[in-house]
Each structure stands twice: as C-alpha cells, then as structure tokens.
C-alpha cells in the first residue's frame, strides 16, 4: 500500500517552455501533497506544500508564479514549472501525506527535468 | 538554525555486517522521525519511523533508535546485503506535517 506515482519520469525541454508533472496517489487518499527539488548529492528541498482545494504554501524562495501547483482531487496534484530556464532543470519528487499515527509522507520515484 | 542533519557523509560496510547510520538533530520540538531509503534515480522509499515517546522500534532487519537526551537517531541495520547500498536520510517532523531531512549518508556494500 501507500503507493505514489509521477508522470513523466523524465523530460528533456527548451528554454522557456512548460512542462507539467503529475503526482497521484494510487492506492489512498492524500490528505496533503508535497513537491520537493533536489539536486546532485544533495538532500531534498521542499518546495511547497498543496492541499485539495486550496491554494499551495510555498516555501521562502520558490517563485509561485514559476512553480504552479493544482491540487485537483485527493489523489491528483500538478506541478507546472513555466517558462523554463536550464537552471531549472533538477529532480522533482512528489510525495503524498497519509495519517498512520502521525502524518507520514510516502515519495513518488520522482521525475527528472533537463531544460536546454 | 535547527536542522536534522547526518554525521557521516558516506559509510563503507562488509555484506553480512551490521550497518549503523547516525543522525543527530537539533530542534526539541520534533515529536515523529522517519528513516527513507534512496536508491540512484529514485525516489525516496519509507523505512521506518519512530514518535517521541518511543526510544526503539524494530522492523524487518531495521531497528531505530531514538536518544532524546543528546538528539539523536540511529538506524541499524542487520547483515547488511548488496540491495542495501543507498542513501539514507533521517527526517524530522516538527507536528506541522512538513518533514526536514538530514544531507543524507551513502552507504555502499563491499562484496
């Protein structure tokens, strides 16, 4: 169980294209979603925190209007990263709250993003 | 600031040995950590996870070991195998359901 899915697992793009990554929860209801961008032998970032229905909480320093999130149902929320700059390009992983106890975050295999 | 983070950056273990990975933390507060697992171009995988009002808790093969007195977590891990080799990061949950994770420490198999 607590299985978390992402789409695509990579993407090569343009400079100042969108690209759209899709996290779904497969087998539960998420209460909450994160996304997270983490870099070469580095630890992961959280980028911002989405709840169905309601607007995503961005952490200090991620551009909102950059890095659009939609948290369409309990199971389905979208990352848009917009007009992309090579800069952007990183890992983007995914993950999905569920109560056991407390709240525990179980991680999609992430998608892999080269802006050229 | 308060952070989770790792004190070893890379481990080296024997196939069969028992594996510790160390994580220290610095913010009182955190009541619920977890242990992940990240293979090469993966995501994160849960292994374990502890409250704070426990101070061990064991799995499959996996103990977790929670020291509240000096802020400090631990995950063992026995007869270590080559499916093993990963990064490991310990996180922390602060009862705001974010997690803060440590820089993550590789560990590597030798045959």
């Known amino acids: 169980g607590a299985v978390v899915s992402q789409h695509p697992s990579w993407v090569i793009c343009k400079s100042g294209t969108s690209v759209k990554i899709e996290c779904r929860s497969l087998?539960?209801?998420?209460?909450?979603m994160f996304w997270y961008r983490q870099f070469p032998k580095q630890s992961l970032m959280l980028m911002a925190t989405?709840?169905?229905?309601?607007?995503?909480?961005?952490e200090q320093g991620v551009e909102k209007d950059k890095f659009l999130i939609n948290h369409a149902s309990l199971t389905l929320s979208t990352l848009t990263v917009t007009s992309a700059h090579p800069e952007d390009s990183s890992f983007y992983i995914c993950?999905?709250?569920?109560?056991?106890?407390?709240?525990?975050?179980?991680f999609g295999p992430g998608t892999r993003l080269l802006v050229l | 600031g308060e952070s989770v983070g790792l004190h070893l950056p890379t481990l080296s273990v024997q196939e069969g040995d028992n594996s510790i990975i160390n994580c220290a933390y610095s913010?009182?507060?955190?009541?619920?950590f977890i242990w992940y697992k990240q293979e090469s171009g993966k995501g994160p995988q849960f292994i374990i996870d502890?409250?704070?009002?426990?101070d061990k808790r064991q799995g499959q093969r996996v103990t977790v070991l929670l020291n509240k007195t000096v802020k400090h977590l631990s995950l063992q891990i026995a007869a270590t195998q080559p499916g093993d080799s990963a990064v490991y990061f310990c996180?922390?949950?602060?009862?705001?359901?974010?997690?803060?994770f440590g820089a993550g420490t590789t560990v590597t198999v030798r045959a």
């Open positions: 087998d539960f209801q998420a209460t909450t």
């Open positions: 913010n009182s507060a955190s009541d619920y």
């Open positions: 996180a922390e949950n602060k009862n705001d359901y974010k997690l803060s």
């Open positions: 993950s999905a709250g569920t109560y056991r106890g407390q709240e525990t975050q179980y």
């Open positions: 989405s709840n169905e229905g309601s607007k995503a909480t961005y």
């Open positions: 502890i409250r704070s009002n426990m």
